[in-house]
């Protein structure tokens, strides 16, 4: 048993290392006349698709799992993301150019950056998320119109303007381990007793509550959490495109996540982590559609709810994603 | 003593009086029934008794430590399980899993172990595996322990409900209609189970039914409630002979 488990989780961290290295691979050897297959282009693609994966998964644990319906997800990562640009480039002024000193002081700071976002989660979950439906969705509307519009007219957050000049400390290897470690968390937390009581929240409340589980507490840490993924991930974000902007975060943001999970999949890790990824990429590879893009785009998406309504995954993971179970005792009547 | 006491229970909503100075105790291991005509005021009772109503005035004693203003998890902690007239399971999960969320107020392990997957966790999850499985061994649903709730046939459900509020590790059980739907023969097996169950997890249970012939085969003591007040107790034969109970449920002069 111990066995197969320790064998699953090497398997899967294996098969994440070798994307990894072909990808790395094909980014430094000059195969194409002289410049790398990968470019910088493709790069910060890649790395899009890590931050929007960690935000779609951190959102499905509210919206899918947990069963309540949240859209201001953005809101969250604009919190990290300004906490930790403000420690890294204004307090610190660390750069990229000194890494032994820089990246202790970045992981340093996207952590503070997602602790800054979980209180602010906490602020909005604990008086909020006694309402349900419609009425949740539109507190957390709110508040995340709330935090773009507070950072808007904040002078030290250098307000309209945006804040400029943040050292670009994510690269592909922060990428790989930010997004890992963030999903194999969060798939952990879902696999547990815990993640079981999330999901008995959302198919009854009232059973859950007659079941000896403190709905309550369980939905503001998830929401707490949640929210804790998306300031990382907003920091992760700011340091790759060292540049931010409060309209970056608006709720449009927050109704793109709100996509990327419907479509993949709400009650499934792996439909947050495949839809993201697909409907990050599938605009950009199809630029030559030119002005037809944004037609033939949310074409797809459509078609793609009218003929898998539950999301590419449905209920279904991929079974790196799963935990190994052990196989059951035979009877002892 | 008592293992729960009600004492002057009353309810108002608003105006209306939906109990009126309702009283009873129970012995540990006894089989009490309450019934009574729609909108006697049991379901109120049940939701005062399970902390999603606050009464308006009177006490609840459960085991020695007062219940009036607990929220419902810290009352199904402390002892009360219940089961839901309509099936309220989680439909969406597994017939094990329902068992398990069920244990989860008592699990060993905390938030972190969860997110860590520590050895804590994994001790605890094989723990509570053989447990849940056992459980539904003894309702003969372990065949049925990987598929989705939801699916099962409705006397499995009714039967999942049952294991399902015992995972809660309750004193006392709570049953709200467990025969509705139920034809004769499936009444005569609950009435078996719910005497098994008393004897099995050694408890004390309180059946809240219409099905009379689930009431008077099952239940040791009666209590007939009608407009918020009790009209007559005591024992089967008793409550089958009072004109009062006659009365509320037949009207005048049947």
């Not at chain 1, 879902?190 to 309550?216: L, P, Q, W």
């Not at chain 1, 409060?246 to 947050?272: C, H, Q, R, T, W």
């Not at chain 2, 293992?3 to 129970?26: C, P, V």
């Not at chain 2, 005062?48 to 430590?65: A, C, E, N, R, S």
Request: with cysteine; aromatic share 10%.
């Amino acid at each position: 048993m111990t066995f197969i488990r320790t064998h699953r989780t090497v398997a899967t961290v294996a098969a994440f290392v070798l994307v990894y290295v072909i990808i790395k691979t094909f980014s430094i050897l000059p195969l194409a006349e002289g410049k790398p297959l990968i470019n910088g282009y493709y790069l910060q693609l890649i790395a899009l698709i890590g931050i929007n994966i960690v935000m779609t998964v951190s959102l499905g644990m509210v919206n899918g799992f947990t069963g309540q319906f949240s859209i201001g997800h953005a809101g969250f990562m604009a919190v990290g993301a300004y906490t930790s640009a403000m420690i890294t480039t204004v307090w610190l002024h660390v750069s990229v150019a000194n890494p032994w000193v820089g990246y202790p002081v970045f992981i340093l700071a996207i952590l503070v950056g997602g602790l800054m976002a979980a209180g602010a989660g906490y602020l909005v979950g604990a008086p909020s998320l006694r309402l349900k439906g419609d009425y949740l969705a539109i507190v957390t509307l709110c508040a995340n119109e709330l935090i773009r519009t507070v950072i808007r007219v904040t002078e030290v957050l250098n307000g309209p303007r945006g804040l400029g000049g943040i050292p670009k400390f994510t690269n592909l290897e922060v990428i790989f381990v930010f997004t890992i470690v963030s999903v194999v968390l969060m798939r952990n937390y879902v696999f547990s007793s815990h993640g079981r009581s999330m999901k008995a929240i959302r198919d009854s409340e009232i059973a859950a509550e007659a079941m000896g589980i403190n709905t309550t507490r369980q939905k503001v840490f998830v929401f707490a959490f949640s929210a804790f993924f998306a300031g990382v991930s907003g920091g992760v974000f700011a340091h790759l495109l060292q540049y931010i902007h409060p309209d970056n975060f608006s709720f449009v943001k927050s109704l793109e996540y709100l996509i990327y999970l419907y479509v993949g999949g709400s009650e499934s890790i792996s439909g947050a982590i495949i839809g993201p990824a697909i409907f990050t990429l599938l605009p950009e590879l199809m630029r030559g559609l030119k002005d037809w893009r944004m037609v033939i785009y949310p074409l797809i998406l459509i078609l793609t709810m009218i003929f898998r309504t539950e999301g590419i995954m449905g209920l279904k993971e991929f079974s790196f994603i799963l935990i190994p179970q052990r196989k059951r005792k035979e009877a002892n009547t | 003593m008592a293992l729960l006491t009600i004492s002057h229970l009353t309810q108002f909503f608003g105006g209306l009086r939906a109990i009126s100075d309702f009283n009873i105790e129970l012995e540990h291991g006894e089989i009490v029934g309450l019934i009574g005509p729609n909108g006697a005021g049991k379901t109120t009772v049940f939701n005062v008794l399970t902390g999603i109503y606050v009464p308006t005035k009177g006490t609840i004693v459960f085991d020695g430590q007062n219940i009036v203003g607990k929220k419902t998890h810290q009352i199904t902690q402390a002892g009360i399980a219940r089961t839901f007239q309509t099936i309220r399971l989680f439909s969406k999960s597994s017939v094990i899993d329902n068992i398990k969320i069920a244990y989860h107020s008592r699990i060993p392990y905390g938030d972190a172990d969860a997110f860590l997957h520590t050895h804590k966790y994994w001790q605890g999850e094989q723990f509570l595996d053989d447990y849940a499985i056992d459980l539904l061994r003894l309702f003969h649903l372990e065949q049925h322990a990987d598929d989705i709730s939801g699916s099962l046939p409705y006397g499995a459900q009714r039967r999942l409900e049952i294991a399902r509020a015992l995972a809660t590790k309750p004193k006392l059980l709570i049953l709200d209609e467990p025969a509705a739907g139920m034809n004769p023969a499936e009444a005569d097996e609950l009435m078996e189970t719910i005497r098994w169950l008393r004897d099995k997890f050694d408890l004390t249970i309180l059946l809240v039914e219409h099905q009379m012939r689930v009431v008077m085969g099952v239940c040791e003591r009666i209590k007939v409630m009608d407009f918020g007040e009790t009209i007559c107790e005591g024992l089967p034969e008793h409550v089958r002979n009072d004109p009062r109970v006659c009365e509320a449920y037949l009207g005048k002069g049947a």
